[in-house]
């Protein structure tokens, strides 16, 4: 059965807003992305990751990254997005979400990543369905910005299946929902 994973940058004080502005990239980083998508077929996204995405990725010139965001099926859940989706292979998920997702896990694939989309990987934590959250925490505090666990009021137990510090100081962890 196929994956859902998500991969998040975030500040060490929570923040996963626009992550571009303060990230710390490198090669090694871009090896550690390169092997996520590498095991996956699918994207998952949020309304507003998919609107800022479909604005910049295919405007992009050539590259592994580029290739994959734009030729990659994308499954896009919003109750407020309209079909068709003008981004090409962009799917818009109508009705029940984690039927639809279920449904989406069953069919022969690798696995289904969710690049960002913070208030989808919150909505889908708290419903069961997330495989593995994985997330490069960065050494700054950024201060202001939306934090991945905004509104999350319950307890959620995770389990941790890997870690590894990069060069740059990012930490770099995986965790899966723990079981009971």
């Known amino acids: 059965m196929r994956k859902i994973v998500a991969g998040l940058f975030m500040s060490l004080d929570g923040v996963v807003e626009s992550p ?17 998508i590498a095991q996956s077929d699918a994207i998952l996204l949020g309304r507003r990751t998919y609107l800022e995405f479909a604005e910049l990725w295919p405007r992009q010139p050539r590259s592994p990254m580029a290739d994959y965001m734009n030729d990659t099926p994308k499954y896009v859940a919003s109750t407020t997005l309209q079909d068709p989706l003008e981004w090409k292979r962009s799917r818009l998920i109508k009705g029940d979400l984690a039927g639809a997702l279920t449904s989406l896990k069953q069919q022969p694939g690798k696995n289904i990543q969710i690049p960002g989309s913070p208030r989808l990987v919150r909505a889908l934590l708290r419903a069961g369905l997330l495989d593995e959250l994985g997330v ?32 740059t100081g990012v930490l770099s962890v995986t965790y899966q929902p723990a079981k009971g």
Do not use: Y
Request: aromatic share 6%; charged share 20%.
């Open 136 to 167: 490069m925490i960065h050494p700054i505090v950024v201060g202001s910005g939306m934090r991945l666990f905004d509104d999350m009021i319950d307890q959620l137990r995770l389990k941790l299946v890997e870690a590894r510090t990069l060069s």
């Open 20 to 36: 571009s502005s303060w990230a710390l990239f490198n090669a090694e980083m871009q090896e550690m992305i390169g092997a996520g």
